[in-house]
């Protein structure tokens, strides 16, 4: 008998391992895919290179950097997604003027320390607006995210920088999808704040938000039990259209 497969599709400079304990628990029922974007520095690049390894039909679970090349896999083939779930990520286009500039030079500074210092030095940086505040001193879930940092080169970082600074707007796509839609957020996210996914929740026809307490952006890697929970509720969602 045929399994129904999920798709994890990573953010920015993570890998398989950010999607660990949550492949851990599913893969017992559902065939489990995470995707790597090799060096694509567009979302719409990265999608494509998705659908291109992903199998015919399938659920998709994209977090950050990953929720958007979600929502561009939704712009180029949504008839292939069952169900679609959107973690600490954003829709919206870089914003024009200084407040676009500022985000550019902002993420330009890392990737100049990443260049001069290294990937670790530099992830010890960025870390500090990832995770919930309290969870700083956490020595092995600080560690674990440092490692996959440090899987990437600056090359990639470079790369995925290009491909957010010209991400385009996704709320037509928001307001085009029909299947099961879940929205999770950790509450104490400082970069893809609760709000934003409550703007997005609105967009969607009957879609679902979920907040994830005491976490902050690393949500599937803070809080590994409540988001597998969450997306094992999710996947007991077939049947219904959303709409």
Sequence with gaps: MTRDSIVFLPGLLCDRAVWKAQVATLSRRYDCFVADYGGADSLSA????????????????????GGRVALEVM?????????LALLDTGYQARPEGEAGVAEAERRYR???????????IMGREWLQRMVHPERLQD?????????????????IFAAQIRALLHRPSAEG??????????F?????????PLARHEEMA??????????????????????????????????????????
Excluded at 46 to 65: C, N, T
Excluded at 110 to 120: E, K, N, P, V
Excluded at 173 to 182: E, F, G, K, P, S
Aim: glycine share 10%.
């Design 139 to 155: 020595g092995a879930l600080i560690e674990s995210i440092l490692a996959m940092i440090e899987r990437k080169t600056p090359g």
């Design 46 to 65: 990265m999608a494509k290179s998705v659908l291109e390894a992903a199998p015919p039909h399938f659920s998709l679970v994209g977090h950050s950097m």
């Design 202 to 243: 609105a967009i969607v026809p009957g879609a679902r938000l979920a907040v994830i307490e005491d976490s902050g952006h690393m949500v599937s890697l803070e809080r590994p039990e409540a988001v597998t929970a969450m997306l094992e509720g999710w996947l007991g969602l077939a049947g219904s259209t959303g709409s």
């Design 110 to 120: 890392l990737l100049d320390i990443a260049l001069s210092q290294g990937m670790r």
């Design 173 to 182: 796509v928001l307001r085009a999808i029909r299947c099961d839609t879940l």
């Design 184 to 192: 999770l957020c950790g509450r104490q996210d400082g970069w893809s």
């Design 75 to 83: 712009r180029q083939a949504p008839q292939r997604v069952a169900r």
